[in-house]
C-alpha cells in the first residue's frame, strides 16, 4: 500500500512524498527531562534519511522508539500509514525494522553464520540443518557483494566486515527499513567505501534506510533527505538537492540556551597544571595513542574547554592527568610540583581531582547516601586519630550541599532520589569538599538538562573566579562558548587547534574534523 | 526544570510509600530478628530444656564459632567478594595450634620449645592473616576472581592442615604445667562473670568490627568499594589495600575461630569445620547483606549467626534428625535470599512505576540520565575518529 501524504513542516515548506515510515507527534520525557517534544518524522520508501543533531539532541531516543527498543510517552508510529506499536525490538524486527547499533551485537566466538542465524536456527530431524544455514549465509553475502567465508569467526574479521555481517542479519530476516547509528565510526576510509556501496545496493532494492552520523560530510555523500534534531525539536527537514554542510550546521547549533561567558574581573594567576606531552597508548591496538604528545598549561583562575568527537582522546587525557590511566609518557605538574608518580589518592591530596564522564558508572556509591558519597573523597578532614566525628563530617556534608546547590531532603537521603542534574552536583560537590586547585571535569552536562547544565557552569565560573584552574571536556559546541577563556581542539589524540572565547561554533567544527565549512 | 517541586514530590511520594508499606518494610527490615524470635518461641514451646540459662549459653558458644566467621565474611562481601577458604582456614589454624602445644623441636639445637599459650594464640593469628593476604593479594593485585583465589584457598589450607597431622587430630591440648603451656582450654571452657570466654571474644570482634565499619574511614572505603570500586578509586579510596585489608581480617577471624573451636572441642582435627565456609555466607546473608557488596550491618550479621545456631541446636534438642536440620537450615538460608530480593526489588519496583507517572519522577531519574546519555556511550569504544 502507497501512502501519499501532505505534510506540514517546520521550516514552512509543503513536501509530498511516498513515506514508508512515519512518526507523529512523538514525544518521549525520562522523568522531568524531556527527550522529544512532539517530533514528526518519515523515512521514504528506498531512500537514505539522514538524522543531524548534537549529542543530547534525541536522535538515539528517536531511534530507540523507531526500532523499539523503548516506547514513546506519546506519539503514533505508522507503517504504511497504518499505526503500529512495537513492545521490543523482536516486534519491531518482525514488522521489518531493524536496528545495527554502533557497537556491534555481535557473539564474536561463533561464526558468521552462527551470528546470522542466532536464535532463529533453521532445524530438522536431526537438529540444526547447517548445510542449509551455509548456503543462505552465502547467499546474503554474495548479494552484498563481500565475499566473506560463512564459517569464518567473526573476531577474525575487520570491523568492516563485521558490519558488514550485521547488516547481512538484518536482511535475512527481510528488514524493509534498516536504522544505522554512527556505522562509520570506527571504519577506515576504505571500508566507508564499501559500506556505501551495500547502502547504495540496499536503496536499488527498495530498503530505506535511517542514518545516523556525527561525520556530516560523509552523511551529505549518502544522504536523500535530511532531518535535523535539536534539543528533542525538529528543526528542520529539506531533501538532499536543497541542503548544504552550512545549511545543516546552522540548524543543529542554532542559537543556545545562555550558558554564561567567561569569568573575568580579576586576574589570573600563574600556571597551575602544566601537561607536558602525555601520551597514553591504545592497550587494543599496538603503536595506535589514545593520547598522541597533549601539553596544556592551565593558569590559576583559568576555565580551558577541550573539544572533540568521541574518540578524540578527551576522556583518555582526563584520565591519565588524575592518575587513572598509565600514561606512556609525559609528565603532570600541579603548581610546578611533578606529580606524575602518584596515586589517585595522592593527587587528590595535592588538589588535582577529576570529574568523571559516567555518573553512574565512576562517579557515585548508589548503595551509599548523598551525604556519604559527598564526604566520601575527603574523609581526612572528619578523621580525628582512628575514628570519623560524625560532628565535623556533617559539617562538611552541609557545606558541600549548600557550595553546589544540590537539592536533596538532606544529607540522608538515598542517591536515586535526586534528578541527574543534582547527582551531578553531588560528583562535583564531592571532589570540591577536597578543595582542589585544579578540577578535571569530563563531560559535565552530559545527560543533565539545561537549566542543571547552567547551574554547573556557574559553579566552575565562581570557582575560577577564586582561583581554581578549571578544564571542562564537552562534545556539543555550544558549550565551549559558555565560560571558557580559551577552548582547546583534539582530534585522534592530538591538539589540532586552540581558540579563544570569540570563536564562531563553524571554526571549532571545522577544526575536530566533523565539518569543513567554507 | 523546576527541582523544588521534584524534590517536594519526591518527599510526597516517599511519604505515600511509608504509610502503605510501614507494617511490610518493618517485618521484611527486621526479618532475622523476628525471625530469631519466632524460632526462640517455637522451641521453648516444644522444648521445656530450650528455653533455660544454660541452654542459651551453651547454644551461645556453638553461635560463636559461626559469628566468628561470619564477621569476618561480612567484611569481605561488603568489599564485593567472596572467602570460601573460612572453614579450611579455621581448620588449619586449629591444627597449627595444636601443633605448637605438642612443642617444637629445634634440632639444630636439640631442644623442644614450648610456646606459653598467649604466643601461641598470636602465631595462630598471624597464619591466619597470612592465609587471607594471600587470598587477597590474588583478588586485588592479580585480578584472580574472588570466588576462584578462595575456593583454591580452601583446598590448599584443608589439604596442609592434613599434611601437618597426617590426617590424624591432636587430642592432647591441655599442655603440662612443667614446660608452661597449659590454659589453652580456658578458651573454649571458662566463664566471665558467667558467660562463657568463646562468647565475650566473639562480643568483642562485633564491637570491634562495628566500630571500624560506622566510625573509621576504613569502615568508608569498605562499603564504597563495594558499592562502587570504580567510585570509590576516583575519589581516593585505596582500594587494592581495602581489598587486602578485609581478606586478611577474615583469616584473622577464621583463626580466632579455630582456637575457640579447638579448645571447645579439646582436640584439633584437620577436618574440623568443613562446609563452615558455607554457614558463614549464610549468616550474612540472612543478616541481610547483599552479595554484590556495599550493603550489610554487623548487627544483621549476627542475628543470622544467631539464627543458624539457634534454629540447628533446637532441632536437636526436640530430637529432629540432623538430615532433616539440614533440610531446614537449607530452607532458611534460601528463603532469607529470597526476602533479599524483595527487600531490594520492592525498592526497584516503586521507582519503575514512579516512572509512568509524570508527577513524581523520583526514581525516573537514573534512566533518565541514561537516554541522553545513550549516544557518547555507545561510541565509545568503537569511534576512532
Known amino acids: 500500500m502507497i501512502n501519499e501524504h501532505e505534510v506540514e513542516r517546520t521550516s514552512g515548506e ?74 521490543s525490538t523482536t516486534d519491531a524486527q518482525r514488522l521489518g525494522i531493524s536496528i545495527i547499533h554502533q557497537e556491534l551485537s555481535l557473539a564474536p566466538n561463533l561464526s558468521v553464520r552462527d551470528n546470522i542465524f542466532m536464535g532463529r536456527e533453521l532445524g530438522n530431524a536431526t537438529g540444526i540443518d547447517y548445510a542449509e544455514e551455509t548456503r543462505q549465509t552465502r547467499l546474503l553475502m554474495e548479494e552484498l557483494d563481500e565475499p566473506i567465508d560463512p564459517l569464518t569467526p567473526v573476531e577474525d574479521l575487520r570491523l568492516g566486515q563485521q558490519q558488514i555481517v550485521e547488516i547481512a542479519r538484518a536482511l535475512s530476516v527481510n528488514s524493509r527499513i534498516l536504522i544505522m547509528d554512527e556505522p562509520t565510526s570506527a571504519l577506515s576510509a576504505t571500508e566507508v567505501e564499501v559500506l556505501f556501496k551495500v547502502i547504495r545496493d540496499l536503496k536499488s532494492r527498495g530498503v530505506s534506510i535511517v542514518y545516523i552520523s556525527h561525520h556530516l560530510e560523509e552523511a551529505l555523500q549518502i544522504t536523500d533527505h535530511a532531518v535535523v534534531l535539536r534539543d528533542g525539536i525538529m528543526t528542520a527537514y529539506a531533501e538532499r538537492k536543497d541542503i548544504d554542510l552550512e545549511w545543516i550546521v546552522r540548524n543543529m547549533v542554532g542559537d543556545n540556551f545562555d550558558l554564561g561567558s567567561p569569568p573575568s574581573g580579576y586576574t589570573m594567576g600563574d600556571v597551575a597544571l602544566s601537561l607536558d606531552s602525555i601520551t597514553v597508548p591504545d592497550a587494543s591496538v599496538p603503536g595506535r595513542m589514545l593520547v598522541d604528545q597533549v601539553s596544556l598549561n592551565v593558569r590559576a583562575g583559568e576555565v ?54 559516567d555518573r553512574q558508572r565512576d562517579g557515585l556509591v548508589q548503595t551509599m547516601s548523598v551525604g556519604q558519597n559527598l564526604s566520601l573523597a575527603s574523609i581526612g578532614a572528619f578523621t580525628k586519630g582512628l575514628l570519623t566525628s560524625r560532628r565535623r563530617e556533617q559539617a562538611v556534608v552541609d557545606e558541600a550541599i549548600s557550595n553546589v546547590h544540590i537539592k536533596t531532603d538532606g544529607g540522608e537521603a538515598a542517591i536515586s532520589s535526586l534528578s541527574g542534574g543534582n547527582q551531578q552536583k553531588v560528583v562535583i560537590g564531592k571532589m570540591l569538599a577536597t578543595h582542589p586547585k585544579a578540577v578535571l571535569l569530563d563531560e559535565p552536562s ?8 547552567a547551574e554547573v557552569f556557574k559553579l566552575l565560573s565562581e570557582g575560577a573566579s577564586r582561583g581554581l584552574s578549571v578544564v571542562f571536556s564537552t562534545s556539543e559546541v555550544g558549550e565551549c562558548l559558555s565560560i571558557a577563556h580559551r577552548i582547546v581542539v583534539m582530534s585522534r589524540g592530538r591538539i589540532v587547534a586552540e581558540f579563544g572565547p570569540d570563536v564562531m561554533k563553524e571554526e571549532i567544527m571545522a577544526a575536530s574534523g566533523e565539518a569543513v565549512v567554507a | 526544570m523546576s527541582d523544588t517541586s521534584q524534590a517536594a514530590a519526591n518527599s510526597q511520594a516517599t511519604n505515600g510509600a511509608n504509610g502503605r508499606f510501614d507494617l511490610i518494610r518493618l517485618l521484611l527490615e527486621g526479618r532475622a530478628f523476628f525471625a530469631l524470635i519466632a524460632i526462640i518461641v517455637v522451641f521453648s514451646i516444644l522444648s521445656p530444656s530450650y528455653f533455660t540459662v544454660n541452654n542459651f549459653l551453651t547454644m551461645s558458644s556453638h553461635v560463636s564459632i559461626f559469628a566468628l ?35 617444637v623441636p629445634l634440632e639444630i639445637f636439640g631442644v623442644v620449645l614450648y610456646p606459653p599459650v598467649w604466643v601461641i594464640a598470636i602465631l595462630t593469628g598471624a597464619l591466619g592473616a597470612f592465609v587471607g593476604a594471600i587470598n587477597g593479594v590474588l583478588v586485588a593485585y592479580f585480578k584472580v576472581p574472588a570466588f576462584v583465589a578462595t575456593l583454591g584457598m580452601l583446598y590448599v589450607a584443608r589439604g596442609v592442615a592434613l599434611l601437618m597431622t597426617d590426617g590424624l587430630t591432636y587430642n592432647n591440648l591441655g599442655g603440662s604445667p612443667e614446660f608452661g603451656n597449659t590454659g589453652f582450654d580456658w578458651l573454649g571452657f571458662n566463664k566471665l562473670l558467667g558467660i562463657p570466654v568463646g562468647v565475650l571474644i566473639m562480643a568483642v570482634v562485633a564491637i570491634l568490627c562495628l566500630l571500624a565499619l560506622s566510625r573509621t574511614p576504613f569502615g568508608r572505603w569498605v562499603y564504597s568499594t563495594g558499592g562502587n570500586a570504580r567510585a570509590a578509586e576516583l575519589s581516593g579510596v585505596p582500594v587494592k589495600r581495602v581489598q587486602v585489608s578485609v581478606y586478611v581480617l577474615s583469616g584473622i577471624c577464621a583463626a580466632i575461630a579455630g582456637l575457640v573451636l579447638s579448645s571447645q572441642l579439646t582436640s584439633a582435627g584437620p577436618t574440623a569445620g568443613t562446609t563452615y565456609e558455607l554457614t558463614a555466607i549464610a549468616g550474612v546473608v540472612i543478616g541481610g547483606a547483599a552479595l554484590t557488596g556495599g550493603r550489610g550491618t554487623v548487627r544483621g550479621t549476627l542475628l543470622g549467626a544467631f539464627v543458624i545456631g539457634f534454629l540447628s541446636d533446637g532441632l536437636v534438642i526436640v530430637g529432629v534428625s540432623s538430615y532433616w536440620q539440614t533440610v531446614f537450615t537449607g530452607a532458611v538460608i534460601v528463603l532469607a535470599v529470597l526476602l533479599n530480593g524483595i527487600q531490594y526489588r520492592g525498592r526497584k519496583q516503586r521507582g519503575d512505576s514512579s516512572q509512568d507517572d509524570s508527577s513524581s519522577s523520583q526514581q525516573a531519574t537514573p534512566s533518565a540520565m541514561e537516554a541522553p546519555a545513550v549516544e557518547s556511550a555507545a561510541g565509545k569504544p568503537a569511534s576512532q575518529s
Do not use: W
Not at chain 1, 514513546?72 to 499505526?83: E, M, R
Not at chain 1, 545527560?447 to 542543571?452: L, Y
Open chain 1, 14 to 87: 509543503r513536501v509530498t512524498d511516498e513515506a514508508i515510515l512515519s512518526a507523529r507527534h512523538i514525544a518521549k520525557s525520562f522523568g522531568n527531562v524531556h527527550a522529544l517534544k512532539t517530533v514528526d518524522f518519515d523515512v521514504h520508501r528506498g531512500k537514505v534519511t539522514t538524522l543531524f543533531g548534537e549529542n543530547g539532541a534525541g536522535k538515539s531516543t528517536l531511534m530507540k522508539i523507531l526500532s523499539g527498543v523503548i516506547r514513546p510517552t506519546s506519539g503514533k508510529i505508522l507503517l504504511d500509514g497504518q499505526p503500529v506499536s512495537f513492545d
Open chain 1, 304 to 357: 580551558v574547554c577541550i573539544y572533540g568527537l568521541m574518540g578524540a582522546g578527551r576522556t583518555e587525557l582526563l584520565e591519565s592527568v588524575a592518575g587513572r590511566l598509565d600514561a606512556a609518557d609525559g609528565r603532570v605538574l600541579l603548581e610546578g610540583e611533578d606529580i606524575s608518580r602518584l596515586s589517585i589518592a595522592e593527587r587528590i591530596a595535592k588538589g588535582l581531582v577529576l570529574v568523571p564522564e
Open chain 1, 446 to 453: 552530559r545527560g543533565i538538562d539545561v537549566g542543571a547544565k
Open chain 2, 69 to 103: 566467621l561470619s564477621l569476618g565474611m561480612l567484611l569481605v562481601i561488603l568489599t564485593g567478594g567472596i572467602d570460601l577458604s573460612v572453614g579450611s582456614t579455621m581448620a588449619f589454624a586449629g591444627v597449627f595450634a595444636g601443633f605448637l602445644l605438642q612443642g
